[in-house]
């Protein structure tokens, strides 16, 4: 069943501006990743925030995770036309082996 | 090196035909993944094999039959193919926290 759900669906910057998406789940989760897939390949996975994080960075990415409100943010600073591709959250309730629920997606369009 | 590969890409085929996509990884990961994308990008999970164990078996027609002959491998085998089995099919590979993803397998039922 699908656990996260992004927001917004689509989100249309210029380059150099920042991105900001959202996702929201419904249970408890033991991490959250996001990941991003550009057109035609497969997801590559970003980053891993473990539910007893509040916020992590990598490059120019910042997540921040809020279970109280069950709610996780993606930004993106400086975004390039490189950035260009959907951004999926996943959460993951397991301790052990990995077991991901996907939501529906943001596609983010950066424009030159 | 490709890390997870899957082939083929395209498989276009008729309806009511059996067919088979096969996945390989070279990470040395214990836990392999065979997930479905829908047209609308909806990404869901179908098959999870730890170890050569199936562990995770969604409901999924059992007209879809994944293997896994060792762990570096895991194979899905869909018989009687029908128009609602169109979508890009995902192998993936984790040891725990993120997943490593192939770059699909698009296929098409004519």
């Known amino acids: 069943s699908q656990q996260g759900e992004e927001d917004p669906q689509a989100l249309s910057i210029q380059e150099g501006e920042n991105a900001t998406m959202n996702c929201s789940y419904k249970?408890?989760?033991?991490?959250l990743q996001w990941y991003r897939q550009n057109s035609g390949r497969g997801l590559v996975h970003l980053i891993l925030?473990?539910?007893?994080?509040r916020e992590k960075h990598s490059g120019r990415l910042r997540v921040t995770l809020d279970t109280s409100k069950k709610s996780s943010s993606l930004l993106i600073t400086a975004s390039r036309a490189a950035d260009t591709a959907s951004y999926f959250c996943?959460?993951?309730?397991?301790?052990?082996?990995?077991?991901?629920?996907f939501g529906k997606g943001t596609m983010l369009l950066v424009s030159p | 090196d490709t890390a997870v590969s899957q082939t083929p890409k395209y498989l276009v085929t008729q309806m009511g035909n059996d067919k088979s996509i096969k996945c390989e990884q070279n990470?040395?990961?214990?836990?392999m993944y065979w997930y479905k994308q829908d047209s609308k990008k909806f990404l869901k999970i179908m098959f999870s094999?730890?170890?050569?164990?199936?562990?995770i078996n969604e409901t999924v027609p059992n007209r879809f039959s994944p293997k896994s002959p060792d762990k570096a491998h895991l194979n899905l085998h869909i018989n009687s193919l029908e128009l609602g089995d169109s979508a890009v099919y995902f192998c993936?590979?984790?040891?725990?926290?993120?997943?490593?993803f192939g770059d699909g397998t698009r296929l098409s039922i004519l």
């Open positions: 993936a590979s984790s040891q725990g926290g993120a997943q490593h």
């Open positions: 249970t408890s989760i033991n991490n």
């Open positions: 925030i473990r539910s007893n994080e």
């Open positions: 996943a959460t993951d309730a397991n301790s052990g082996y990995s077991t991901l629920t």
């Open positions: 990470l040395g990961h214990d836990t």
């Open positions: 094999y730890n170890n050569k164990e199936l562990i």
